[in-house]
């Protein structure tokens, strides 16, 4: 197998294994921050103690994400040395901007787990959670930059095969970053939001603790009212992007959607397959026009196609699957929340079990959509590593070891998987949460410091 090759499965395996703990780590912690507010606000001892339990758990998945985060680091210098001698200069600063909000959360999130009931006024804790969300937010936007520049690259002059003329906050803000901070941190939200509501609906079905039924319907009423909203942000988000591809991607945006000749009125291709000898697609679901509203919202926008762009220039056609799996679990997931308040404000239960079985699905399926994302981004951009200036060929190091280098990161990865997993199983395996809740705070509680 080719270094290249090598290179960009070792770098794929450990982003697509990053991502699942970024993604938890960035939303997880405005999940507490609702719960606690409810809890403080209603004096309901409940709200909390779901605050109190995700926050115990979300704590695990930290110490794993910044495992993964700091061995991408590493890769980044070691599998593309030629990049980093490039770019290096210029994605340093967002890269360190990342790190210090990594510990400014790190630091407030110690402090939110060790003061509970420690505040004669409850809010003062509360208000421990808006660093935490601040800083995990921020954690994601410093790297989104680093991302974005590598996509539509700002900020320098090229000369004799150096950026020179830096301006690290130009290259920081490039044209995309805006829009892919936007959609980054809205649909972390989501997936974490699902992630938990999908928790609730399981245990509806299978606790075998029958008086924490009550506890897991409050938490899985206020995840669809958070899905509802962050999931519809997405769709926005979703919408922002392809008008910005439009504008600067054009060959990611017709690679996604199998589009070939540049015309007005283009249609949207669902699903599908492809011969990629004659371009003839087939089994595909054809929205008339929506390609064209979609990415100018006229159906007269042109749309170039991928036969206008050079052979060597265009993106693997494999990222329309990824586009259609993002997009049908994400609207999977806005559904369902819908369909939830729809049998809840009719004479339909909101908790019948096929509804649950149906909201179990939301978590690993808006996860699926989020690796699905990523994969289309990252594949989208190929063949460069810095678009326009280096391919990926040309930046791969050309040291030996690669292969076996990656079997054993892949190990590494199945072991923390399995271990971070059998970790919060038994956390709260024989763990009513209403005997927690009872132990904390006590039969009655009225919202006011513990003696």
Known sequence: MEDVVLGRVLTASTLGFHIIFATIGV???????????????????????????????????????????????????????????????????????????????????????????????????????????????????????????????????????????????????????????????????????????????FKLLRSKFEEDREYHKKGLKVM?????????????????????????????????EWHFETEDNADLVLFGTIDEDTNEVSYALRIPSALSFLAGNSFDTEVT????????????????????????????????SIIYFIAKFSKFDEHHPALLYAYVLTGPLTMASIEAGWFLAEMGRQPWILRGYMRVSEAVTQADGLGITLIAFVLLYAVLGVTTIYVLLQMFKNKSATAERIEIYGEDYEGGRLQ
């Open 305 to 336: 196609g991928l036969n206008d762009i050079p052979d060597d220039e265009q993106p693997p056609l494999i990222i329309h699957y990824f586009f259609d799996i993002m997009v049908f679990f994400g609207m999977y997931a806005l559904m369902v």
């Open 224 to 256: 669809m009212v958070l899905g509802l909203v962050t999931a519809s942000l997405t769709v926005l988000a979703g919408d922002l992007s392809a008008k910005f591809l439009h504008e600067h991607q054009p060959e990611k945006l017709a690679a996604m």
């Open 27 to 201: 939303g997880i912690p405005i999940v507490f921050m609702v719960l606690e507010f409810l809890g403080v606000k209603k004096k309901d001892a409940a709200y909390l103690t779901m605050a109190r339990r995700i926050a115990k758990g979300y704590t695990v998945t930290v110490a794993v994400g910044v495992v993964t985060g700091t061995i991408i680091g590493l890769q980044l210098s070691l599998i593309w040395p030629d990049f980093m001698r490039l770019g290096g200069q210029i994605i340093a600063l967002p890269l360190f901007m990342e790190t210090f909000a990594f510990f400014f959360e790190a630091i407030f999130l110690g402090i939110f787990l060790y003061t509970w009931d420690r505040f004669k006024n409850p809010w003062h804790h509360w208000l421990l959670n808006i660093p935490i969300v601040v800083g995990s937010s921020l954690s994601a936007v410093f790297i989104t930059t680093v991302n974005s520049f590598m996509n539509t690259p700002a900020g320098f002059d090229m000369a004799g095969g150096e950026l020179i003329n830096v301006d690290p906050l130009a290259a920081m803000f490039n044209p995309s970053t805006w829009v892919r901070v936007f959609h980054v941190v809205v649909t972390a939200y989501t997936t974490a939001v699902f992630i938990i509501a999908a928790i609730g609906a």
